[in-house]
């Protein structure tokens, strides 16, 4: 198994660009999500999907778009970039949304917005 | 809110000692505390984690201690290596659903 893909690894971006941010499972897990990390902050939850056709917002989900139309993928769309959302970006995935389920990290996407 | 607060920000142990960490949190809606170990360049992974029916669970050199009453729980890493330089969230997860993380600790251990 590959795990949690993320692509791209580093990308640059224009004020006002648009972009997708691409995340693929190959574990068959229900259980998915998106978290900025930012230095001092930890991470936090952007939006997550409790399965297909199913998604909601975490903590920060402002400027931020998801749709899950099948188990495997989860992207993530910056409708119009901002400075602010300079970050690392990291998917995530679990088996189902339980108390006891590990969730796997992509290895993350690094964006700058300039 | 801040749910979770996390210390300290940057630790520095020497090879063989013990580093501490240490995180409170703000209510009782949690019922799962893991910590997450992140190398540079890569996402976390979960490192080991506790339920609040006990106060101490150890996995070879890792250990959280749980205080309860005191919404406090630590993780030590014993015998410190060079290796295990990297940073450390602890986490909480409760009825929400959600995974709430702590700010995160940098660790280094110097040879």
């Known amino acids: 198994n590959a795990g949690v893909t993320q692509t791209p690894k580093f990308q640059v971006l224009k004020t006002g660009q648009s972009m997708t941010l691409q995340c693929a499972q190959d574990?068959?897990?229900?259980?998915m999500s998106w978290y900025r990390q930012d230095p001092g902050m930890g991470l936090r939850l952007i939006h997550y999907?409790?399965?297909?056709?199913?998604?909601d917002q975490g903590e920060v989900p402002n400027g931020y778009n998801v749709s899950r139309s099948t188990t495997e993928d989860f992207p993530l769309r910056l409708l119009s970039a901002a400075p602010s959302q300079t970050s690392v970006y990291f998917c995530?995935?679990?088996?189902?949304?339980?108390?006891?389920?590990?969730?796997?990290f992509g290895p993350g996407t690094r964006l700058l917005v300039l | 809110q801040q749910q979770v607060k996390q210390s300290p920000q940057s630790l520095i142990v020497q090879k063989g000692g013990i580093s501490i960490i240490n995180c409170a949190y703000e209510?009782?809606?949690?019922?799962?505390f893991p910590w997450y170990q992140q190398f540079p360049g890569k996402g976390p992974a979960l490192l080991i984690a506790?339920?609040?029916?006990?106060s101490e669970k150890k996995e070879g050199r890792f250990t959280i201690s749980f205080n309860k009453s005191a919404k406090q729980f630590s993780l030590h890493i014993m015998d410190s290596q060079p290796g295990d330089s990297a940073t450390y969230f602890c986490?909480?997860?409760?009825?929400?659903?959600?995974?709430?993380f702590g700010q995160g600790t940098t660790l280094q251990v110097k040879p």
């Open positions: 209510n009782t809606a949690f019922d799962y």
């Open positions: 574990m068959n897990h229900e259980y």
């Open positions: 999907s409790v399965g297909a056709g199913i998604t």
């Open positions: 986490a909480l997860f409760g009825n929400t659903g959600k995974l709430i």
């Open positions: 995530a995935s679990s088996y189902s949304w339980g108390i006891q389920e590990t969730q796997y």
């Open positions: 506790i339920r609040p029916d006990v």
